[in-house]
T-cell receptor
Framework: AQSVSQHNHHVILSEAASLELGCNYSYGGTVNLFWYVQYPGQHLQLLLKYFSGDPLVKGIKGFEAEFIKSKFSFNLRKPSVQWSDTAEYFCAVSLYSSASKIIFGSGTRLSIRP | DGGITQSPKYLFRKEGQNVTLSCEQNLNHDAMYWYRQDPGQGLRLIYYSQIVNDFQKGDIAEGYSVSREKKESFPLTVTSAQKNPTAFYLC?????????????FGQGTRLTVV
């Protein structure tokens, strides 16, 4: 069965530190990839998405992610985090062969120390 | 404003009772989804529907049922057969087509069964 793995369950950083959250998926075919963010008490929001083309995608609020097909990975990065980045982050995969099915990882809780 | 409306925000039910959670979207999206969110487990797919009058089981469909009689609506019934129904339920929709598969989420319904 297809799956999405986020190995970091809780990450704690100081402001201005660099961030990298890991995401790996298991599926051999073509995929669409997403990162979503859930700020405390708010909707899940789309941070960025990859469908095709340049494997380095940029999203909102200074986030970016790199799709490495050979590693089945789509890691999320930000050069310098802010206290307002405190949230839960979810990686998700949509299988191209079944465009409607979207599978999420277990999430990574990010805490930023002011 | 276009979006996804879930109601109610909080729901309390007695054990053994069925309960139906509402989800309506006005985004003209073909695909709709129900996820369950539990701490540390991310979002797990319950059911999804790619078009009207069609739906598929997700990873944790047991104890749940859905219908998709209208494009705008995708209600979820939590039946008495669901062993651990207390959870946060999220509804989402997407265009459901290759290149347009990102999901948009509602605010969620927190169900507590006592």
């Amino acid at each position: 069965a297809q799956s999405v793995s986020q190995h970091n369950h809780h990450v704690i950083l100081s402001e201005a530190a660099s961030l990298e959250l890991g995401c790996n998926y298991s599926y051999g075919g073509t995929v669409n990839l997403f990162w979503y963010v859930q700020y405390p008490g708010q909707h899940l929001q789309l941070l960025l998405k990859y469908f095709s083309g340049d494997p380095l995608v940029k999203g909102i609020k200074g986030f970016e992610a790199e799709f490495i097909k050979s590693k089945f990975s789509f890691n999320l990065r930000k050069p310098s985090v802010q206290w307002s980045d405190t949230a839960e982050y979810f990686c998700a995969v949509s299988l191209y062969s079944s465009a409607s099915k979207i599978i999420f990882g277990s999430g990574t809780r990010l805490s930023i120390r002011p | 404003d276009g979006g996804i409306t879930q109601s109610p925000k909080y729901l309390f039910r007695k054990e053994g009772q069925n309960v139906t959670l509402s989800c309506e979207q006005n985004l003209n999206h073909d695909a709709m989804y129900w996820y369950r969110q539990d701490p540390g487990q991310g979002l797990r797919l319950i059911y999804y529907s790619q078009i009207v009058n069609d739906f598929q089981k997700g990873d944790i469909a047991e104890g749940y049922s859905v219908s998709r009689e209208k494009k705008e609506s995708f209600p979820l019934t939590v039946t008495s057969a669901q062993k651990n129904p207390t959870a946060f339920y999220l509804c989402a929709s997407s265009a459901g087509q290759p290149g347009r598969t990102e999901a948009f989420f509602g605010q969620g319904t927190r169900l507590t069964v006592v």
